[in-house]
């Protein structure tokens, strides 16, 4: 497939808002996946930049190039394994701990030593005391307990289990963007990658953000990137203008107000619960927003007996298991369609899993100069939490 040849996908560019000069750079862009060289992008501004990264983003999604699974041994040649004990007693043998994210599929979930939000992830990347870190979540994540961790080796089941956030803000742009803002303070949500962090001054997830700009003094300007539907929640709350990156998650950019709203009329004694990653439309229906651990959190102290819960859908394990007596529903998409699943976090599997840590492969590896450089903003982070 060759990027805006056909009419549709043209039509689908231009109601994106990119303007004609930038369909012809996506038109001189050979593959459908492939995102235009920074140094074409460097030369546009921000947003029209993003406008590229996004649609090439969607695009690749599209034609599921990013999803799919890594070189592995097929399933069927680890069917006679237990994988469950097999990845216990590799655990044990290895001093392993194995952190997982709410939007691991549930077996991954029941598995792991911990299950957390990415802040809580990073906190215990930061005090394990076991000697291998297997990382089921994705490669900005690992990524940080590499930071934070260079002595261990840091395991991640599929490589490219990647973040649209991070894929959205590449380094040379985000450095430019940061040169035109020299005397702003430069907070960037934890969802980028290590070269971006290496560029920021401080780090933050969902749930402490609030916190740290509040801590930021009132003269000193602020740049946030790469989420702007975070961003704008964020000066919604603390009442702090900012400059915001024009990036968004594929996943929370896909739940739809009117699907949402009709949902909502089917169910109305159903609170709604956002992830503060969703555009602005849905987050007005929202009865709470907040993090993956603090919409948890909500649905376990709330009195009430069903959610409409508008983020990855991973987290509904969780919220199911402390309580089975309550109703949660995924929030709809486009067309009422159920997308709520993130393809990077998908990416990982059982088989995966049990192959990493019996081979130690794939590895997390950093430069130590750029290591250095980024554990500067994640502690900074820590402090501030
Ligand atoms: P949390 O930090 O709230 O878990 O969010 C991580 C994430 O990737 C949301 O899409
Ligand atoms: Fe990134 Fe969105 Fe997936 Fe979270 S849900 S890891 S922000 S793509």
């Known amino acids: 497939m060759h990027y805006a040849t056909k009419e549709p996908e043209k039509a689908s560019f231009r109601s994106a808002g990119v303007s004609p000069a930038i369909l012809n750079l996506l038109r001189a862009t050979k593959n459908a996946g492939e995102t235009p060289a920074p140094r074409n992008l460097t030369n546009l501004c ?122 959205g803000c590449p380094a040379p742009l985000f450095k430019a963007f940061r040169e035109r803002y020299p005397d702003h303070v430069s907070i960037t949500y934890i969802n980028c990658s290590a070269e971006v962090k290496a560029l920021s001054d401080i780090i933050c997830t969902s749930s402490n953000a609030e916190k740290i700009i509040r ?100 987290i509904l394990h969780q919220m199911e298991k402390a309580h089975p007596e309550k109703t949660f529903i995924s929030a709809p998409g486009e067309g009422g369609c159920s997308c709520s699943e993130c393809p990077h976090m998908k990416l990982n599997t059982m088989e995966k899993l049990y192959l990493c840590m019996r081979d130690r492969n794939p590895e997390i590896t950093l430069d130590e100069d750029l290591r250095l450089r980024a554990l500067k903003p994640i502690l900074r982070m820590l402090e501030m939490s």
């Open 46 to 167: 921000p947003s029209e930049a993003m406008a590229i990264i996004w649609v090439s983003a969607q695009h690749r999604l599209k034609s599921k190039t990013m999803i799919v699974p890594a070189q592995i041994e097929s399933p069927a040649s680890l069917a006679h394994l237990d994988l469950e004990k097999e990845i216990v007693r590799l655990k044990r043998e290895m001093n392993a701990v194995i952190l997982a994210h709410y939007y691991q599929d549930s077996e991954i979930q029941d598995l792991a030593d911990f299950v957390g939000d990415s802040l809580q992830l990073s906190q215990q990347a930061a005090a394990t005391k076991a000697d291998v870190i297997v990382f089921a979540g994705v490669l900005f994540m690992a990524e940080t307990a590499k930071i934070l961790n260079p002595a261990k080796p840091v395991l991640l089941p599929d490589l490219k289990a990647g973040c649209s956030l991070a894929d």
């Open 215 to 314: 801590q930021i003094p009132p003269e000193r300007p602020i740049l946030f990137a790469p989420d702007q539907h975070l961003g704008r929640f964020l000066i919604k709350k603390t009442g702090r203008e900012m400059i915001l990156w024009p990036g968004s998650c594929i996943v929370h950019e896909m739940f739809s107000e009117k699907s949402l709203v009709q949902l909502m009329e089917r169910h109305p004694g159903a609170l709604v619960l956002a992830h503060p990653e969703c555009p602005e439309a849905v987050l007005r229906h929202a009865d709470y927003v907040g993090s993956t651990s603090g919409l948890l959190n909500y649905t376990k102290q709330s009195p009430a007996a069903e959610f409409i819960v508008a983020t990855e859908s991973g």
